[in-house]
């Protein structure tokens, strides 16, 4: 294995020193002179036309200084996909309790919060639909009108002949599983600062993880010309996929910072963070596996209907990667996939980390269990069976380079030891048991939007120093470090020469965002491009100066020099100023990649599914149940990731802890729980993430295949980290206690209540 | 409708500071909004989630639920106030060499929970730490290299330097 200088160390972060002095500067934290504060009202029905509101004596209180409705905007629909729109910022019908209806600007949050009560809405209530199934059903209440139904998308694939696979099948298992909404958290609430300049021109401050596409979402939402918009992303407190899609708070905050010619700010209650920004699509998926008897997989089937909420936002395209994933891992000729993203009356679904595969394996991997158990097989030799393998095409047309996944299940199980772990499905007292489940995801984004555009430019400065400018959404997953240590390592310098500008749609080339674990390979192809450009422009200059080629020129520690001959050298800062003074030609150079290319792929199922590099991994949790509680503690946890190369390991293993802490709520203790269609727990207290008491001990493992298209090799790994961890754990609850559980969360009262039922079972 | 207003003297990282406020106004606001030290984070406002966590007379509290006008004359710390200048504190130290910072939001809070903790027991076993950092939540961690670098500043405190 190649060892670099920079790239594959476990440098601190870029950023840290700001963070951990209290020196970072968020949305959150930012005043501009005459700013003022803006709250939203919102609706408390489920489903209602708003025939009438009445905002007088709203905007006669004294420090309000404007008051806007749906009927004060160009109400130009807005959604992720634009042929889909189906939203407007200030709603003119209402779709969700918690939707917008109007909003307030005052001179500060509790003057705008008194205005919300004195706006009087007119609702004409209808019949809301909260659950999918009966939302597909005819005469069902429609809930966006210019559609047919209230199927906002659906998918049907076929690969192979799944009848024929069944057929040849020596046992056919199946299940129906199914997977809740979950809840961001991040710690950060939204917040949005608009401000228009004396000419009209407007810069906005977003908490998002992509300010190319708010930028162009604003324009077309509020008319404003996109050469007239400038969007700069601060610091951001966490995002998870939240601030991926445009929120109605942007547009608002646009709206009344345009009405009144003075900043306009809004930061979202905790309350509104949970209750009306978005959650992780529920779904409920039949699926089916066909096996021959020695494990292998001949044909697999699964019927999924996701739950989309009122609106679409990242719905169909999470629905689509559902498809793509559940195909896409093993090596199974046969597949058939149909689902259904349904419109409800409820919160609606976005872009959450796994996006659509996490549900997918839940089930998949559940399911496999079963059949390890029914074929008699270690369920690890089942998975190794049927592994995806580097250079397969899988049976919906996913092209696969770099593969670790039998590297992740083999080391994982090593690293765990496997062999040794419980398994007597006691329940008595404590019992413990271990569950191991694998997974695929992309490792780079995609192409399915139509695009996957990252770009970055780099300066070589006066001094000798490098000014690299990108659009990456540092959004606390490191990306800033990363990247300047893949131009670090091109450059030969440490990484302190290099200086960033970031993320400022203004100063820095365009980048789709942070999203789809697509920045350290998409963000990192346009670094290393432009960093290459840069040296070979550097080394032109040494070549001339040192009288020599290029060919016999190093670049290391800061100075070029000519091989084999260390005092023939030039410093950066010495070729810096001759490029300045001398070749009157200063090297400023950008990268950009938008791929992968020439990929022939179908939009609504994902069969081509267009990503060059996929990760592969594998979890395995160990738990300890209390059977006289129902409790369930996860005491051990393995994870194996395929990373390519990896560029950090110590932020790689910081993405691992956090993701299998993520995935550990889901399962086990982060319920999201609807009333007719409200969510009665928009809190901390009564919706549960871990706190550091709640952790297991987590062994990361960084599996290094080195990806052939890769920067240095690289793949991503933000989301893969959560995905297969919910059916690890129910795995492993199964080997404790010999009970499955199908629907997550697993609580306490599930366990005991499923316990009290064996129980009463094996008496009578 | 506007709340009775008073002036108080906040005596922040050694500087006081002589502040109108509003009766209802929180310190964590007053901090943030009116003095300008956003090094504190709002993340809950209803003393949930300990991004607002500072000290006041040594003690950890959620500043989101503490009255302006309850830390009239009482000493304060906030994360501002660890750093002497460009030196460090140990565990701002040890947080940034154990990659215990991810989004950084709740970091300032885990570090002055962090530091009550240290003050206080400048040997804790694990399960010490993860009491003391158990009202501070963080979303991007997993908190395990939080825990490592509490454990790495104790044992830097302790024997090997600073």
């Known amino acids: 294995m190649k060892d670099y200088s920079v790239v594959g160390k476990p440098l601190p972060r870029v950023d840290a020193l700001e963070k951990v002095t209290g020196k970072a500067v968020y949305t959150t934290d930012m005043q501009l002179p005459g700013m003022l504060w803006a709250k939203v009202l919102r609706s408390a029905s489920p489903h209602a036309r708003i025939l009438n509101i009445d905002t007088t004596q709203a905007k006669r209180l004294p420090g309000v200084k404007a008051v806007l409705t749906a009927d004060d905007t160009p109400k130009i629909k807005f959604s992720v996909i634009p042929i889909l729109a189906d939203q407007l910022p200030l709603t003119d019908k209402a779709r969700f309790i918690g939707e917008a209806v109007a909003v307030v600007a005052a001179v500060d949050e509790a003057t705008a919060e008194e205005a919300l009560e004195l706006i009087k809405v007119d609702y004409e209530p209808l019949s809301p639909v909260f659950d999918p199934i009966e939302a597909m059903q005819p005469g069902a209440p429609r809930i966006h009108e210019h559609l047919e139904s209230n199927v906002a998308r659906h998918i049907t694939l076929e690969c192979g002949n799944v009848e024929k696979g069944f057929a040849e099948s020596d046992y056919i298992f199946e299940d129906s599983f199914t997977t809740h909404a979950q809840c961001y958290c991040p710690l950060e609430p939204r917040c949005t600062i608009a401000a228009f300049d004396a000419s009209g021109r407007l810069t906005v401050w977003s908490s998002t993880q992509s300010p190319y596409q708010l930028r162009e979402r604003l324009a077309a939402a509020c008319g404003i010309p996109m050469r007239d918009i400038r969007v700069i992303k601060p610091y951001l407190g966490g995002g998870f996929g939240v601030r991926t899609d445009m929120d109605p708070m942007e547009p608002m905050v646009v709206f009344l910072a345009k009405a009144i010619g003075r900043p306009v700010k809004m930061v979202y209650s905790r309350e509104e963070e949970f209750s009306a920004t978005r959650i992780r699509h529920a779904t409920i998926s039949e699926v089916k596996i066909g096996v021959k008897k020695d494990g292998t997989l001949m044909a697999k089937q699964a019927r999924v209907i996701m739950d989309n909420g009122a609106y679409n936002s990242h719905g169909p395209a999470v629905l689509s990667y559902n498809s793509a994933f559940f195909s896409a891992l093993y090596r199974v000729p046969n597949i058939k996939y149909e689902g259904y993203l349904v419109y409800t009356n409820k919160l609606y679904g976005g872009a959450f980390r796994g996006y659509g595969d996490v549900q997918a394996t839940f089930a998949q991997e559940s399911l496999m269990d079963q059949v390890a158990e029914g074929l008699g097989m270690d369920p690890k030799e089942l998975r190794l069976k049927n592994v995806n393998q580097p250079g397969d095409i899988t049976a919906n047309a996913v092209q696969i380079t770099s593969c670790g996944l039998r590297e992740s299940i083999e080391e994982s199980a090593v690293a765990f030891q496997w062999e040794h772990k419980p398994a007597k499905k006691e329940r008595v007292g404590h019992s413990r048991g271990a569950g191991l489940a694998c997974g695929i995801y992309t490792g780079m984004g995609s192409k399915g939007s139509g695009n996957n ?248 493992i960084l599996i290094e295949t080195i990806d052939p298209n890769g920067p240095f090799g690289a793949k991503g790994i933000g989301e893969a980290v959560m995905i297969p961890t919910a059916p690890a754990v129910a795995n492993a609850i199964y080997n404790a206690i010999g009970v499955r559980f199908k629907e997550l969360p697993v609580t306490s009262e599930k366990v005991l209540s499923a316990l009290r039922e064996k129980a009463t079972k094996q008496k009578g | 409708m506007s709340s009775r207003k008073h002036i108080v003297n906040l005596i922040i990282n050694g500087e006081t500071h002589e502040v109108v406020v509003e009766s209802r106004e929180t310190l964590l606001d007053v901090m943030r909004e009116k003095l300008r030290l956003t090094g504190t984070k709002k993340g809950c406002d209803e003393g949930d989630c300990g991004a607002c966590t500072m000290l006041m007379e040594g003690r950890p509290i959620n500043s989101c639920l503490v009255l302006a006008v309850e830390a009239n004359g009482k000493k304060i710390l906030t994360i501002e106030g660890l750093a002497q200048g460009l030196e460090l504190h140990p565990l701002q130290e040890a947080f940034v060499k154990s990659g215990a910072v991810q989004c950084g939001y709740c970091t300032p809070g885990m570090i002055m929970s962090a530091k009550a903790l240290l003050d206080e027991n400048a040997d804790p076993t694990e399960e010490e730490i993860k009491q003391a950092i158990a009202g501070n939540l963080c979303r991007c961690t997993g908190y395990v290299k939080i825990i490592d670098a509490i454990k790495e500043a104790a044992r830097s405190a302790k024997g090997g330097g600073k």
């Open chain 1, 453 to 700: 555009y990252s770009g970055a430019s780099i300066k070589f400065d006066i001094d000798g120093s490098f000014m690299l400018a990108m659009g990456a959404s540092e959004i606390g997953q490191g990306s800033s470090t990363v990247l300047s240590q893949i131009a670090a390592e091109v450059l030969g310098v440490p990484i302190k020469q290099i200086n960033l500008t970031e993320t400022d749609t203004d100063l820095t080339p365009p980048c789709m965002g942070t999203f789809g674990s697509r920045v350290v390979y998409c963000a990192g192809l346009a670094v290393l491009e432009a960093a290459n450009k840069v040296r070979a422009e550097i080394l032109k200059i040494a070549a001339e100066k040192l009288n020599t080629s290029v060919e016999e020129l190093e670049l290391r520690d800061g100075s070029v020099s000519v091989k084999g001959a260390v005092n023939r050298s030039l410093t950066l800062a010495e070729l810096a100023k001759a490029s300045y003074y001398e070749k009157d030609s200063p090297i400023i150079c950008s990268g950009y990649y938008n791929g992968p290319y020439g990929r022939e792929f179908d939009r609504v199922s994902y069969y081509g599914y267009p990503s060059e590099a996929l990760a592969f991994f594998n979890q395995i949790a160990e738990v300890d149940v209390d059977c006289d509680t129902g409790q369930v503690r996860v005491t051990r946890f393995a994870a194996a990731h395929d990373v390519g190369k990896v560029i950090n390991p110590a932020l790689a293993e910081g993405q691992i802890e956090g993701g299998v802490v993520m995935g550990i709520g889901w399962a086990l203790t982060e319920d999201a729980i609807f009333s007719q269609g409200k969510l009665v727990n928009p809190n901390f207290r009564d919706y549960k993430i871990l706190t550091a008491l709640d952790i297991p001990e987590i062994k990361p």
